[in-house]
């Protein structure tokens, strides 16, 4: 299994952006996908996840109402549409494998990807 994740990048309090981890290998069996970030200094903390069919999500408490994580098997894809972005979101978030809900233990991780919110 192998995941990479992309679209980070530099935004202003109340922005939008939305990161994509491409995976490789995934089945059924392990392909439960979850969301993860670490912020410098602090613990790595899960964020969001999704099943494999999109059928069910789990989000952490900061994530419930401004974060959306969704699915398309067809292209492999997992993504986290984030919203109303705050400062405190900034962190390199990574995606795992497998996570159906917190907490999860995933034995997969992808690189992860910087995102930075600024005041």
């Known amino acids: 299994v192998q995941l990479q994740a992309s679209g980070g990048g530099l935004v202003h309090a109340g922005g939008s952006l939305r990161v994509s981890c491409v995976a490789s290998?995934?089945?059924?069996?392990?392909?439960?996908m979850g969301w993860f970030r670490q912020a410098p200094g602090k613990e790595r903390e899960f964020v969001a996840a999704?099943?494999?069919?999109?059928?069910?999500?789990d989000y952490a408490d900061s994530a419930k109402g401004r974060f959306t994580i969704s699915r398309d098997n067809a292209k492999n894809t997992v993504y986290l549409q984030m919203n109303s972005l705050k400062p405190e979101d900034t962190a390199v978030y990574f995606c795992?494998?497998?996570?159906?809900?917190?907490?999860?233990?995933?034995?997969?991780w992808g690189r992860g990807t910087q995102v930075t919110v600024s005041s």
């Open positions: 795992a494998a497998p996570c159906y809900s917190d907490p999860c233990k995933p034995n997969y």
């Open positions: 290998g995934l089945t059924f069996s392990n392909g439960n």
């Open positions: 999704i099943n494999w069919y999109g059928a069910n999500t």
